[in-house]
């Protein structure tokens, strides 16, 4: 089960609970690509580009829409290449975790780890961003949240009645067996 969107949308956050609650693996492919190289998102933009950043990123979705059972949380940016639609669309349930560019923007504020954000006017950047984006993310969808105003939990409860039509099985989590 792979999770799209913008950033601040939550992907990572609703990922990690999910696969807790599922039992299944999850990763992020950001925090897997900064593992791979050795170094923080910022500064693989900072020394490659984001042209560099791209590359390794689509040999990370590659990888990792092979690993059986994983939960995804992919970087905001991910769809924007192709082949990386194609690898998520064709490999797993996608879900778009969809919200506001308000909404995007409260969250990411104080956080200084996403490169394309750190500008004079980063609404601006979000809205632009949100303009090109929204249409791939819903061609690549299989199922659309608004994560806007629900609680990361809520999320997931709502997110795991959806997947139940798809027939992704639960698992019951170590901790929750008697
Ligand atoms: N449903 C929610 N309600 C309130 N706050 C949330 C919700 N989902 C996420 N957040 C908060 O928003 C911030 C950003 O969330 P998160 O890092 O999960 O977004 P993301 O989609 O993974 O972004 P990126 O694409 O930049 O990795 C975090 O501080 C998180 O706690
Ligand atoms: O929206 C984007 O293009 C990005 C989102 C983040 O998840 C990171 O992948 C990186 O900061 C780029
Ligand atoms: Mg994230």
Known sequence: MF??????????????????????????????????????????FAKEGEAGFRERETRAIDELTQQPQIILATGGGAVMCAENRAFLKQRGIVVYLNAAVDVQLART???????????????????????????????VAHIIMPTGHTYPRHMVNQLLQQLQSFGLSTVIAPEHKS
């Open 3 to 44: 999770l799209v969107g913008p950033m601040g949308a939550g992907k990572t956050t609703i990922g990690k609970l999910l696969a807790k609650q599922l039992g299944r693996p999850f990763v992020d492919s950001d925090w897997y690509i900064e593992s791979q190289t050795g170094a923080d998102i910022a500064w693989i």
């Open 109 to 139: 504020a104080k956080d200084k780890s996403r490169p394309l954000l750190q500008q004079p006017n980063p609404r601006k950047i979000l809205q632009d961003l949100y303009s090109t984006r929204d249409p791939l993310y819903r061609q």
